[in-house]
Each structure stands twice: as C-alpha cells, then as structure tokens.
C-alpha cells in the first residue's frame, strides 16, 4: 500500500473556511437544512470538489456527490461523507469534517497521481440533522408522506428539497441498493468523551444505536386552583413528574450502555390559577439492542399505570420515531484498526450513541465509522471543539482504511 499523506493545511484552511458559513455572533455555526447558510455551504463543497478534479451531481433528494474514477470505471465506487448541515448554534466539526475529509481523501489520490481499482465518491448527504433525509431517501427509505412534514427552515421538506436542487417528484431515482456500492465510510467526532477520557486517539464504530420516542399523555381534570380540595384533584401534572422521575430510575437500574430522556414536557392549560388537566411528555431510549430498548419500555409500562392510579389520572402512549440499531461490518473494522496501528496511533472499539448517515447505508453496503476526539464530549454546541492533530490523525486513518479496502476488495455484507 502506498505511503501517500493528506495535507493538513488544506485540510484545517477548508475546515476554517466552512466555519465561517453560518457563524454566529458567540462563535457557534448555523447552518440548519435547506436555509441560505446551508445552500451556501453546500455551494462551497461543490467548489472543493471541482477543485479537487472530482466530477459532481446533485441527485433527486438534494444529496451532493463527488466521484473519481478507478481502473474498473464501472466498479461499485467506495462512498465516503457525512454532512454540512448543522443544528441551530452548532458546532465546526459535526458533519462538516467527514465531508472535507472525503474531498482531502480524493484530492490527495489524486496529487499522488494513484489510481484506485474502485471508483471513490465523496457524498454531503442533505438533511443530517432533521431526520437523515438525504441518506433516507438514498436507501429508499423517504416516503411521499414524509414530505409534507415541516422542517427547522419554516418549509416543508418538498419545499426544502426543491430549494437545494432536489426534485421530490423523482425521489426514487435516488434510491441504491447493495449492487451500487463497495462500501461506506464515515469520518465524525465522536460527540462523548469517552476517547479524550482514556487519551485514545481513535474510535472504531462497532455499531449505531437503535432509538425509540414515544409519546405519553396524562390525562386528568382541570379544575379551579383556589376551589378544588386537594383530595378531590385529578392533577396530570403529578403523574407526568413521577413518571419523569421513574424514567430516570429505570434505566440507571439496568446495566448496560443504554440512555433514556425524557425532553419535552407541555402542560395544559398552563395557567396559575389552573389545576393542570392534560400533560403531555417524549420518552427517548437509546441502545444498540433493540431488546434492550423494549424491555426498558415494558418495565416503563409498569410504572405508568402506577403513576395513573396514584394520581387518578389515565395514560396513553404512541411510538412517535423508531429507528434500529445497525453493527458496523467487522471487515471494515478490521481495515480501520490496521490503518491505525499502521500509524502508530492508539484506538477502541466503542458504540455510536447518536444516530448518523452511517445507520442508513449499514442497510444496503458494508459501512464502517471512525471517530476522532471530542474536547470535553461536547457537541451540538458553539463549544465544539477537535484538536487539530486529532483531525488530521483521523483524516489519515480515512485515506489508509480507503487504500486498504481498495486492494483486499469490497468485504462481503
């Protein structure tokens, strides 16, 4: 395998550059799906593909991609991305840096003039944050229903998608199947703190959690506050708090890597002089194991009833968001490890808690995530922050696990 290295001064100037699409007053970056900070960022990442000699296209859900040919032109490419679209007041490195990446990854092959037997593409998947739109419907997972939703931009993802060059009336030609890749790839900062804890400078992915909403209503009585006895009341809001409570006891009962959040609670009529009547509140469970994730909900169930009958107040539940947990491909792992060890650089095996891209492609083509160090686990924050040595390192590790997969050949899925 060649020894062919990535610029990091280019690599840190994109990365620079980019950040400052979208900057906020205190430092943070925000670039939410379909707004003009995103199609200027998406406008800017098709220049660097340009530049980098990559020839591009826009498919029909507003995905970008960047494709350099290998020696089998009609090869299954091997897709490397993430995205560019960020959370409101988010962060530099989230998304953006798998995508620059993947364009330092292709732009260096070719300034050492070395041609890969596989064709390698550079993907910035549209829509990362808002529900994984791009790569959802990239596996033909986006439904004409999903398009009438309303996004974080104040349009509906039709709108949305037709803003940035997509067409939702040709959705399924963006659609691929295992056949059209080799495999897939994704570079990200891993959003914990668990490498920069242990001083490791390398995350191998082993798998994506699997994630689960639901909703729960309790429903009691409004009534006066200053006339009804305190006997007689029939308050939503003290079922909704003891079971916020016992989400928390729950699943800090069982042992295991899972999290649950309860993040959202609406209290009606929300008035002082009003016993609350109706309280509705998002349940979310995260783990790798779908098992896991519904016996904690069952154990939840429990405690639900037991809150409706302490508080005279009735419950119902709706599953709101499910998505599964994927594993990782142990091929690519292995190509990951070795390009890591090629470099003298020191890793773990670790799971993904947040949901990404990579969860999506899993269920069509062999995929394999690296992650670089977070400073402090923080993410989704103006505080986000990757050293830049941590960068480069796993930029490094990108291109050696490309070139390596490229000579053993595609693992099978």
């Known amino acids: 395998m060649p020894q062919t290295l990535i610029n990091p001064d280019r690599l840190h100037d994109n990365l620079h550059q980019l950040a400052q699409i979208g900057r906020t007053p205190d430092g943070g970056v925000s670039r939410v799906a379909f707004s003009d900070a995103d199609l200027d ?18 498919d029909t859900v507003g995905n970008v991609f960047g494709r350099r040919d290998g020696e089998y032109h009609s090869g299954s490419p091997i897709l490397l991305g993430s995205h560019v679209d960020t959370v409101p007041n988010g962060g530099a490195f989230d998304g953006a840096l798998g995508v620059l990446a993947g364009i330092e990854v292709a732009q260096t092959l070719a300034e050492s003039d070395y041609e890969c037997r596989f064709p390698i593409e550079v993907v910035a ?32 993802l039709d709108e949305g998608i037709r803003r940035i060059g997509g067409d939702p009336d040709r959705i399924s030609e963006s659609r691929r199947s295992g056949s059209d890749l080799s495999a897939y790839l994704e570079l990200h900062v891993e959003q ?9 400078d390398i995350g191998v992915v082993t798998g994506i959690v699997g994630i689960r909403h639901y909703g729960v209503t309790f429903t009691g009585t409004s009534n006066h506050a200053g006339t009804t006895p305190m006997d007689q009341r029939k308050n939503a809001l003290l079922g909704g708090c003891e079971f916020v ?18 993040g959202e609670l609406t209290v009606h009529p929300g008035a002082p002089n009003v016993i609350p009547g109706k309280v509705h509140l998002t349940v979310e469970l995260r783990d790798l194991e779908i098992t896991k994730i ?8 429990v405690k639900l009833q037991e809150c409706s ?23 690519i792992q292995s190509s990951i490890v070795t390009s890591a060890t090629d470099l003298g650089l020191s890793y773990c095996r670790l799971p993904s808690g947040a949901g990404h891209d990579a969860q999506n492609l899993a269920r069509i083509t062999p995929t394999g995530m690296i992650f670089v160090p977070s400073v402090g686990g923080v993410s989704h924050s103006a505080a986000e922050f990757t050293n830049p040595e941590d960068v480069v390192n796993g930029t490094q590790v990108l291109l050696n696990s490309v070139l390596h997969l490229d000579l053993v050949g595609a693992p099978r899925a």
């Open 294 to 301: 519904e016996s904690l909900w069952e154990m939840l169930e």
């Open 245 to 262: 409570l016992a989400v928390d006891g729950v699943v800090r009962s069982v042992e295991g890597t899972h999290v649950g959040t309860v």
């Open 192 to 200: 914990g703190g668990r490498l920069e804890a242990e001083g490791l």
């Open 309 to 331: 009958a302490k508080f005279w107040v009735s419950v119902d539940t709706v599953i709101t968001h499910a998505i599964d947990g994927v594993a990782t491909h142990p091929d």
């Open 125 to 156: 998947w549209s829509d990362e944050e808002g529900g994984l739109s791009g790569s959802r419907g990239y596996v033909g997972d986006l439904r004409t229903a999903d398009l009438e939703a309303v996004v974080a931009a104040g349009m509906t």
């Open 41 to 58: 960022g998406r406008e800017f990442v098709l220049g660097l593909m340009r530049d980098a000699g990559l020839s591009v296209r826009v």
